[in-house]
RNA sequence: CGGGGUGUAGCUCAGCCUGGUAGAGCGUUUGGUUCGGGACCAAAAGGUCGCAGGUUCAAGUCCUGUCACCCCGACCA
């Protein structure tokens, strides 16, 4: 069987995963390592992102902001186990001028920073240095914002979308008066990002609270969602954090209270990245390539016009133009279809593999037969071959676009409803030991071979006793992803690890 | 930062051991045949061999230095 990508997630998910982002026009290296070019395509999926994503931001009273990419050390230096966290990972800009020392292009000696700058791996600090001069009162609370920015990891292995060097992202910062109000806020924004990825992204996650050693560096409690990819790894697919005062301490966020005393302000952050695009080709992306839920696709409909240099190619071309026009001014799944007629210059059978490539939800066919019967002939991307060909269906033109919208709702649950299968599929709860959890992972003459997630009981060791945990997980290259919300009551259960009575469940799986 | 690799045409790579006219496939362009389920034939264009030194009559090839990137570990959205 051919395929339309060269290599076959079953052969190697690794290079399968490379072959769908550069075959999909998704991104590229750029030469700097760990910096990635997002193509068009690939940018119009994080765009759709951002568009989908910002709708629900403001409709919960967050506003949009912009800070400096540049930060003071001294602001980085403030909160302790933040620095520990991030310094290592740091870019830093110590220099404001070149100079041409024995014919290199060199910084300038002379031209060096007072206090060097670091460029933002993520914004608590600066942000928190202005919250201390804008939060007096309690009446200018809660303050509300979120930014949409690049920011800078100086990560060791990079992989496109997955974990680059610079990478896109929102980040919401958000500051209240009770610690109830912010950690409701975390949870507001966590549930955000659940109904996101499972309406939006067609992708099914467990939500839940990371273990204090998973947490982000300074807060109190992590809550992120999780996805399953198709060789059964998990994706940490957005954040979620109550820092409670952590960061207001250290920054001097205050406030008079009603009755008149100074109050620390309780602050949370939250954000999702680039990276959601790998995972929605490790979720959904098949041996042809991408496959795009509808909402989230910049293209759910395209035709190729099947020409030849022939006379007919005009009305063949009219054709397509106007179905085009007349599928924008119907709506699909809440918004206006977004159709193309794909007029470059080109074979009809390379645009088709590219679009096919690419993800598009329906690609369609139009040839000098279809505007002579008046139909139109289109392969569904969900389910695209029928045995080894690709499976066309033709439909009278009105029957198309009538059909048009229930069918890209077809597409958005059928990607949805397969995910979630295999994401209900890949949870073990039966394993009751430590000893049988490492069987189950233990090395094969297939180490990749998949082998999902596994939720046991955890009786939340702390200290020395979790410091032996991670140690055990390692050796199986696994992490406790989270304890999924909401927790049924584990009474009865013995921890896999301590052996003492269980508090709640976790997941066990390796990652991304 | 430790270990292992790779830099040669737009892309993927061969050539290096054993120094002697710069190569292949894919892609691109042109012409022709074919053409609604990734067609075929022919021709053409395209490279200061990562960079800097050195050895030599002669360096892609040997030596030294340097830079970049990739893979495996520690780190991570």
Not at 197 to 221: I, Q
Request: proline residues 6%.
């Amino acid at each position: 069987m051919k395929y339309a990508l060269p290599v076959t997630r079953a052969e190697s998910f690794p290079d399968w995963y490379q072959a769908v982002v550069a075959e999909a026009d998704l991104a590229e290296e750029s030469g700097v390592r760990g910096c990635m070019i997002i193509r068009p395509w690939g940018y119009g999926i994080w765009q759709r992102m951002q568009e989908l994503l910002d709708r629900r931001f403001r409709e919960t009273g967050h506003e949009n902001c912009y800070f400096p990419l540049l930060i003071p050390l001294s602001f980085i230096a403030k909160e302790a186990e933040h620095v520990e966290g991030f310094a290592k990972e740091m870019a830093v800009v110590t220099h404001h001028r070149l100079k041409m020392i024995d014919g290199a292009l060199k910084p300038d000696p002379e031209a060096r920073l007072e206090e060097p700058l670091v460029v933002r791996p993520t914004s608590e600090t600066v942000i928190g240095a202005a919250f201390q001069r804008w939060i007096r009162s309690h009446r200018d609370l809660p303050l509300l914002l979120n930014q949409w920015a690049n920011v800078v990891r100086w990560e060791m292995r990079p992989r496109l979308f997955l974990r680059t060097v610079e990478f896109l992202w929102q980040e919401g910062h958000t500051a209240h008066a009770t610690a109830e109000e912010a950690r409701q806020e975390t949870l507001r924004m966590l549930e955000i990002y659940r109904a996101f990825a499972e309406d939006a992204l067609a992708m099914p996650v467990v939500a839940g609270e990371k273990p204090p050693h998973e947490r982000f560096p300074g807060a109190e409690s992590t809550f992120s969602i999780e996805a399953m990819m198709q060789d059964g790894k998990a994706l940490q697919a957005g954040t979620a954090h109550y820092l409670g005062t952590n960061f207001s301490r250290a920054q001097h966020i205050r406030f008079q209270t009603e009755q008149g005393e100074l109050a620390y302000a309780h602050t949370t952050s939250w954000g999702v990245t680039t990276r959601l695009v790998g995972g929605v080709v490790m979720t959904h992306g098949d041996d042809d390539g991408l496959r795009l839920p509808p909402i989230l696709a910049p293209r759910q409909i395209v035709l190729v016009p099947i020409v030849r240099d022939r006379p007919e190619d005009a009305s063949v071309l009219e054709y397509c133009e106007s179905l085009a026009a007349q599928l924008g001014r119907g709506a699909a799944l809440g918004e206006p279809i977004r159709a193309l007629a794909d007029r470059k210059l080109g074979r009809p059978v390379d645009k088709r593999w590219g679009w096919i490539k690419r993800g598009v939800p329906i690609v369609c066919e139009v040839g000098a037969r279809d505007v002579a019967a008046g139909s139109v002939t289109f392969v569904r991307r969900d389910r695209a071959r029928r045995g080894e060909k690709l499976d066309f269906a033709s439909l009278a033109r009105a029957e198309f676009l009538e059909r048009a919208p229930a069918l890209l709702a077809e597409v958005q649950s059928a990607l949805h409803d397969d995910a979630r299968e295999r994401l209900r599929a890949g949870i073990r709860t039966d394993l009751a030991t430590l000893a049988a959890v490492e069987e189950y992972f233990r090395e094969s003459d297939d180490a990749d071979a998949y082998r999902g997630w596994v939720q046991v009981p955890w009786a939340r060791p702390e200290g020395a006793a979790l410091d032996a945990v991670e140690e055990r997980l390692k050796a199986l290259k696994l992490t406790i992803r989270v304890a999924p919300l909401p927790q049924e009551s584990a009474a009865g259960e013995r921890c896999v690890f301590t052996g003492a009575p269980a508090r709640e469940r976790i997941l066990l799986a390796r990652a991304y």
